[in-house]
């Protein structure tokens, strides 16, 4: 049965970061943004060996425009593969995303190793249009193609003790060159409270724009929590664990004092470093003006209760 919300965001991503990493990705960022705004990046580099995937059309997202395909394919953060936002695309071409198994661990009645098509087959696929908004300003529109979280993870049935779930992405340093080096400790690792992984908007995604995923938007499974900053969509899961205590998570390990457990979008909560009110919208040029940021990325109807209660400046 599918889930309908009509609610007001259908209309309109331990140690200090390096001094030298935090200064590169500002470079790459403005290289990219300038080879967006001029239509320069080719297509045969942003694009892997996708193949058509059917889903079913949902209500989410309807009356919002999706960035064009050239721009979410081919601006991305997968710091496995590059530090830059165009090179995660040429690097991760050789990425070999199936066979793929996933583990599952800690309290659940089901834990073990699953095959991807034995997490996917026995699940209607969905089509839903999201807003996806990063920490550094930048935001885009995208049709992502998966299950609802919270239908694989009662798969597993959790226990009473299961408080959060833990994700872990591949180690894999032949196919994922970055890992040979410190920029972040490895492998990759996020987290959310349970009631948050339930939530009907948080997506496993298999696929956008009606196609699998392509390597470099985090094939084959990554997550998508709309409400949240890009740091929380971790990719090329491998790992899925229930525990009863909050994980580490590895943006909060590299920088707490710049990034939370929570990775909440609240635009009244200035970053240690920049605002966080304003957005530019991918595709738009470089020079676009910045657009309003809304509340929890404008799902705020729908995910607000979730956190009735606690201080804003801790949900980040």
Known sequence: MLIRIKKPSHIAESRVTPRGLYLRRREFIAGAGAALAAGLLPLDEAEAAVTPLESVKTDYGQGLTPTDKKYATAYNNFYEFALDKDGPAEAARDFKPLPWTVTVSGACHKPGTYAYEDLVKPHKLE??????????????????????????????????????????????????????????????????????????????????????LPNQNGAPLRLIVPWKYGFKSIKSIVSIEFTDKMPATTWAMTNAREYGFYANVNPEVTHPRWSQAKERVIGGGLFSSKVETP?????????????????????F
């Open 127 to 212: 089509e839903r249009i999201y807003r996806f908004r990063c920490v550094e300003a930048w935001s885009m529109v995208v049709p992502w193609i998966g299950i609802p979280l919270g239908d694989m993870l009662n798969r597993f049935e959790p226990t009473g003790d299961a408080k959060y779930v833990a994700f872990r992405t591949l180690f894999d340093p032949e196919q994922m060159p970055m890992q040979k080096t410190n920029a972040l400790q490895w492998p990759y690792r996020e987290g959310l409270r349970m009631d948050e992984a339930m939530h009907p908007l948080t997506l496993m995604v298999v696929g956008m724009y009606g196609e699998t």
């Open 295 to 315: 509340m929890l990325n404008g799902y705020a109807d729908e995910v607000a209760h979730l956190y009735q209660g606690m201080d804003p400046k801790g949900l």
